[in-house]
């Protein structure tokens, strides 16, 4: 269980290392697909992080294209609603590329988007047959640093003010929707591949919480933010998504 302080701070200068990261990535033979395993054409459904919109993974999925997979986004503009209503988003946009493809669909979620990867892999294994985190507390989903709760609240207050909420404690950690029960249900490790993908390093997210029963933990180094344009995350991405689907 994670042990992350009531009151982290976090790292939010080292959090400018993101652009740094990407320009390594831009000179990196991985960007080009090299030396990385290919896809084989699975749909592959990518979620962004909190306050973040789908934009903010076009790099992410254009190498994902580029590797053979097929990316898609799930429609976000800015990832601050009930956590519920979100993840009904999310699985409808599986439900149609399963009806699609015919086949089942990788998940790639940053941060919260990660939250999701792990409430929709419980709710829907026979329609999920990957799931990749990046950056995402895994454990008691608030492990995060201060200025971060801070965003949290703001966004919290809009909810309740939208009445958007679909539970009394929306965006609370005992929040008790459906989103909040699968997200805290065990991995089903016998039928998706769980990937949770941290870095030490991390200056928004408490990185024990990202180290789970059920998952196959992956340490590479560099920012939160630069977790969806780090060279080294790609390569455990392409590795996550290259494993046997579980029949």
Request: include cysteine; hydrophobic fraction near 45%; aromatic fraction near 6%.
């Amino acid at each position: 269980m994670s042990t992350a302080p009531d009151r982290w701070w976090g790292r939010p200068l080292a959090e400018s290392r993101w652009a740094l990261e990407l320009a390594r990535l831009l000179v990196d033979p991985v960007l080009l697909g090299r030396g990385v395993a290919r896809g084989d054409g699975r749909p592959v459904l990518l979620m962004p992080g909190f306050l973040a919109g789908d934009p903010t993974l076009l790099v992410l999925a254009t190498w994902l294209r580029r590797l053979g997979h097929r990316p898609y986004g799930c429609g976000f503009v800015a990832n601050v609603d009930c956590s519920d209503r979100a993840l009904d988003r999310v699985e409808r946009r599986v439900e149609q590329l399963h009806r699609r493809y015919g086949r089942r669909v990788a998940l790639v979620g940053h941060s919260r988007g990660g939250h999701f990867a792990r409430a929709l892999a419980h709710r829907r294994p026979e329609r999920v047959s990957h799931a990749v985190a990046l950056g995402a507390d895994l454990q008691r989903m608030f492990g995060i640093s201060v200025p971060t709760q801070l965003a949290v609240i703001a966004a919290r207050r809009g909810v309740a003010a939208l009445r958007r909420g679909r539970a009394e404690r929306c965006l609370y950690a005992d929040c008790t929707c459906s989103f909040a029960q699968d997200f805290a249900a065990p991995i089903p490790t016998d039928r998706v591949r769980f990937t949770s993908v941290y870095s030490k390093g991390d200056g928004v997210v408490h990185w024990p919480g990202s180290v789970v029963d059920g998952a196959d933990c992956v340490e590479v180094t560099g920012s939160h933010v630069g977790l969806i344009v780090n060279r080294k995350a790609y390569r455990a991405i392409a590795d996550a998504l290259a494993r046997p689907e579980i029949t």
